[in-house]
């Protein structure tokens, strides 16, 4: 189904999710500037975005994980993340306890 889009592109956050060393964090940073820029939208557009990226995440990480718990698969912490700093201030030291 999502196989025009690339699964492992998507799953893996374009690739964050293959650092050898904590995956995980790797895309949560990766994912910081595309969600502050996101932020910069009105409140109905980042909410809608979020829930794309939650729902094609899902599917993509379904696809390229095949039912198994991948390290690798870190399309979860850019929706975390989206959800984390949905309305929260454009502060430094807000965006950093959030993370």
Do not use: C
Not at 61 to 71: L, P, T
């Amino acid at each position: 189904m999502l196989s025009f889009i690339w699964p492992e592109r998507i799953a893996t956050l374009f690739g964050a999710g293959l650092s050898p060393k904590a995956p995980g964090t790797v895309g949560s940073i990766a994912a910081l500037p595309v969600v502050f820029l996101f932020s910069l939208s009105p409140d109905i557009a980042y909410l809608v975005l979020t829930f794309l990226v939650i729902i094609v995440g899902v599917l993509a990480s379904e696809a390229y994980g095949k039912g198994e718990d991948n390290q690798e698969i870190v399309i979860d912490e850019f929706a975390g993340i989206m959800v984390t700093f949905f309305l929260v201030p454009h502060h430094w030291a807000l965006w950093v306890l959030g993370f």
